[in-house]
């Protein structure tokens, strides 16, 4: 049809007609259109009309709504002002209202939230009228500078041409800061102290440095002895209790250099009108303080070259006397004596011991160690066996002795625990019991042993793992030192605290030996008088491989090529533990048991020795260990020994032992003992053996005592 068309109109006159028709017919179509367009255009005009009506009547609410926030916002200020103002009008009825809430609530719940929550708000309000009340009642800033430069001939050093810079001196409650200026201006390195926000800040605002908000106490208890060259208290002593107050001064005592001065300011009571008025302007005094009492109390607690000076006449110019002066001043020196200082307490925690002293093990450390620093002949610390103890679902520490002793324990004295008690621990940490005892200042220490529970479950009954990553857990919170007896353990605990996120400070102590070869009681058992007797010390557990041992030497007294006279012997030492009954079987049904066999479980000292001295060697079997203290025993016996090859082992015997091999083969032991045997027999151990150093108790004792000393 298209191509009909195309030809038509390619025809020169038909095309044109055909053309000129075809438009023709298509214009009422056309117009069509344009009227369906001039429809359309006209709807759409009025709908914007219609639009344009409601942009407007939006457009007047808009200017209505602006109209009535503006006037809202002018009434919510007038409102505000007006809540302001009634707010300040009854302050003080609204407070009073408040406490007595507070107290109600308090009184019903005794809950010690609550108490800190009035308490904070309490000391805001405090803080700041005590600003104002110094500012009107003991005068401005520049008013205490210029009073304060006549104080500045008591400091001996200050009068020296060049003084050392080195000097430090501590103003104790030291409010705008004024004192501290003075020194800080003459270079000395001086600090402050106050407890009240408000007026520090203005002391910060005049550039001052080293200056905190700080309770007296709390600060003096963190601070090392010999600290200070000068300790100032203006206006202080007055506001504490008595008891307190020597406390205080015991603290001064202690961080002062020896010939360091002291200067205490207070109200002068022998001034009438100061005893009966002015004193009592601050309500916050307590009593006021007869100057020589407090030379007195001064004196006792052995400070010297003690002297009062009356300051601040009632009016200017006039001479100074007792009676008119509205202040004194006490000068003191510091005179560290020899028979001044008081020993600090070494708390010793025996709390499982106490109870039920196992005698082997950790018991035997615990042992050693208390009997070695009652024996050691120092100053430094009062040694106090404590324990303990629950009452009334209460955890504290009760003393071992009661007789003539004191525990309340204070700054500076250590809490040492090297027992171990899984819930005895764990209470008094949960308890708060560690973190009271360090809010006084005294520093706790435990020995860790190990921590081969959580390293190897296996050899353990279960849920001790859990128990002691809950101990390791609970110490490492609360210790301020953690000592370890071997390198290996220590990289143990490091590794354990990383994954715990927790970093302890560790040190590493090994344990000591003191047994002395003395044959004062026999054997009960009668060991045959073979040139070969082997001896394994310590408690029965799965990973001291006694199964092996045991096994190794059935393996030489079945098979032996040995004559008669070497055939070895072998004797155990130690209580049953846990997870071996089977072992226990095998040595009570052992065909060999009291021949060649021994199996002692609970010996005396004197047994213990009996059969190290005896022994022609000793045998360290175990798959893991914290230190392994019958190595060192053997050591101190000048004892062959032949011990599993681990690290521990490498570390405290380095080549003293002969090691077999890592494996629970027999036979790699029993190939070993019996290469042991005939070396023995033609003589042929290694003499330098002889020369291995170890450490004494004593020695070991020493040197946790320099450890503790440094935490001090």
């Known amino acids: 049809m298209s191509k009909l068309k195309e030809s038509i109109k390619s025809i020169p006159l038909l095309g044109w007609f055909s053309r000129w028709v075809y438009n023709i017919l298509r214009i009422n179509n056309t117009k069509y259109r344009l009227h ?47 809540a302001q103002d009634l707010v300040r009008k009854h302050i003080s009825s609204q407070l009073v209202y408040f406490h007595e809430k507070i107290d109600t609530f308090i009184e019903n719940t005794n809950q010690e939230k609550a108490k800190k929550l009035k308490e904070d708000i309490t000391q805001d309000f405090f803080d700041e009228y005590y600003l104002n009340f110094e500012n009107k009642f003991r005068g401005s800033r520049d008013s205490i500078l210029k009073r304060y430069e006549n104080y500045l001939h008591f400091v001996p050093f200050l009068n020296t041409k060049n003084h050392n810079q080195d000097i430090k001196s501590l103003d104790i409650g030291c409010g705008r800061g004024e004192w501290v200026q003075l020194l800080q201006e003459r270079g000395v390195d001086s600090y402050g102290i106050d407890m009240n ?39 202080i002593i007055e506001h504490i209790p008595f008891e307190k107050l020597v406390q205080l001064l015991q603290q001064i005592k202690r961080v002062a250099k020896t010939n360091a001065t002291i200067l205490l300011e207070t109200p002068n009571p022998q001034n009438l009108q100061v005893a009966a008025c002015n004193f009592y302007t601050d309500p916050t005094h307590l009593n006021p303080l007869p100057a020589n009492m407090i030379k007195f109390l001064v004196q006792y607690l052995g400070f010297t070259n003690t002297e009062i000076n009356y300051l601040n006449p009632n009016k200017a110019g006039e001479n100074i006397t007792a009676n008119n002066a509205q202040d004194y001043l006490i000068v003191a020196q510091n005179s560290l004596l020899a028979s001044d200082k008081v020993k600090k307490k070494l708390f010793f925690d025996v709390s499982l011991y106490h109870k039920n002293n196992l005698k082997t093990g950790i018991h035997r450390v615990v042992s050693e160690q208390l009997n070695s620093l009652k024996q050691l002949n120092q100053n430094e610390y009062e040694i106090i066996p404590v324990y303990l ?21 204070s700054f500076g004295d250590i809490l040492f625990t090297s027992d171990l008690s899984y819930s005895h621990i764990h209470q008094a940490t949960q308890n708060s019991l560690y973190d009271s005892y360090k809010k006084l200042g005294v520093k706790i220490v435990f020995l860790v042993h190990d921590i081969l529970p959580i390293l190897y479950e296996d050899f353990f009954v279960k849920g001790t793992k859990e128990k002691h990553e809950t101990y390791i857990k609970d110490i490492s919170q609360v210790a301020d030192l953690l000592i370890t007896t071997t390198q290996v353990g220590k990289e143990d605990l490091e590794n354990y605290c990383q994954d715990i996120n927790c ?51 059935d393996i030489l007294w079945e098979n032996s090529t040995l004559s008669t006279q070497d055939i070895p012997t072998l ?13 226990i079987k095998m040595i009570e049904e052992h065909p060999l048991l009291n021949k060649n066999l021994f199996y002692i479980e609970k010996a005396s000292d004197e047994e213990l020795l009996t059969n190290y001295s005896k022994a022609t060697a000793v045998i360290m079997a175990s798959y893991a260990e914290g230190f392994g203290l019958p190595l060192v025993e053997a050591i101190h016996h000048k004892k062959p020994i032949i ?15 002969r090691y077999f091999k890592d494996t629970n083969a027999p036979e790699d032991l029993a190939s070993v003992i019996k290469s042991f045997i005939n070396e023995e027999k033609n003589k042929e151990t290694n003499t330098k053996k002889q020369t291995y150093k170890y450490l004494t108790w004593k020695q070991h004792t020493k040197q946790l005592l320099d450890i503790l000393k440094k935490l001090s």
Not at 392 to 409: A, R, Y
Request: hydrophobic letters at 35%; proline letters at 4%.
């Open 36 to 82: 369906s367009l001039e429809q359309r255009f006209l709807k759409l005009s009025q709908e914007h009309q219609t639009l344009s009506s409601k942009h407007q009547t939006l457009y007047s609410k808009h200017q209505t709504l602006t109209s009535e926030h503006n006037r809202l916002t002018r009434r919510f200020d007038a409102q505000e002002q007006f």
């Open 197 to 235: 926000p408000m007026m520090l800040k203005l002391a910060q605002e005049n550039e001052l440095k080293n200056i905190q908000v700080k309770d007296a106490f709390e600060y003096l208890r963190q601070c090392e002895d010999n600290t200070f060259d000068l300790i100032t208290a203006f206006h």
């Open 389 to 409: 103890k629950e009452e009334n679902q209460t955890v504290f520490f009760e003393l071992v002795d009661k007789k003539d002793i004191s525990l309340n324990p």
């Open 503 to 553: 970093l302890p400070k560790i040190e590493v102590l090994p344990l000591g030996s003191n047994i002395s070869i003395k044959d004062k009681i026999p054997s009960k058992n009668n060991i045959s008088n073979t040139k070969t007797n082997f001896l394994m010390v310590g408690t029965i557990e799965p990973r001291k491989a006694h199964k092996q041992v045991i096994k190794a030497f």
């Open 571 to 583: 004797t155990i030492i130690g209580k049953q533990g846990w997870l071996v009954e089977d072992t």
């Open 643 to 657: 011990a599993r090859d681990i690290k521990v082992f490498r570390e405290i015997a380095d080549t003293y032992p």
